[in-house]
């Protein structure tokens, strides 16, 4: 459900580009979630890519990704492996969940195609990390997984995300 790379980043925290996509709800006003941002430097895109194999690079999208509350179990939104460059881990918690068969989203986002939350407690624990400065963690995020952690959450990272590439053939091709 996740790999943890041997080899850490330093990549430092910088100024992202525009808003590319969010993940949220609206709660009293405010928007809670993950939202996700264009990164315009080079240098950190060079330095997350020399993670991924060549051949696989093409398959992947960079972001610049932050998260203000702990995200619920969910399954991402058309997107089965990330890369994660943690910059601020915000002391998170990253747990995934076994996958009944017959379990079905509780809700879905307005913009969610497959993706979905589900309902915590009908979910047993599979495993789950916690992440540090200079950490890079593989994760399969079409497995239910959920990010918590100490209110307000401020969690930075850089996030190599790629539609067709599975988990399992990013580890054998590293």
């Given at each position: 459900m996740f790999y943890k790379f041997t080899q850490s980043h330093d990549i430092s925290n910088f100024t992202p580009g525009d808003e590319i996509v969010k993940w949220t709800k609206t709660v009293n006003g405010e928007e809670y979630g993950s939202f996700y941002y264009e990164i315009n430097n080079q240098n950190v895109l060079n330095k997350a890519f020399s993670f991924v194999p060549a051949?696989?690079?093409?398959?992947?999208?960079?972001?610049?990704?932050?998260i203000n509350h702990s995200i619920p179990p969910h399954i991402d939104n058309e997107i089965i492996t990330v890369i994660n460059f943690y910059i601020y881990p915000s002391g998170c918690t990253t747990t995934f969940f076994e996958m009944p068969d017959d379990l079905?989203?509780?809700?879905?986002?307005?913009?969610?195609?497959?993706?979905?939350?589900?309902?915590?407690?009908?979910?047993t624990i599979h495993d789950q990390?916690?992440?540090?400065?200079?950490?890079?963690?593989?994760l399969d995020v079409s497995k239910i997984h959920e990010v918590t952690g100490p209110e307000p959450v401020n969690r930075?990272?850089?996030?190599?995300?790629?539609?067709?590439?599975?988990?399992?053939?990013?580890?054998?091709a590293i």
């Open positions: 051949n696989l690079r093409d398959q992947f999208d960079a972001s610049y990704m932050k079905n989203p509780s809700e879905t986002l307005e913009n969610h195609t497959n993706g979905g939350l589900y309902n915590r407690d009908a979910l990390f916690q992440a540090f400065y200079g950490d890079v963690f593989a930075i990272a850089i996030c190599l995300q790629s539609a067709s590439v599975s988990l399992e053939d990013l580890i054998a």
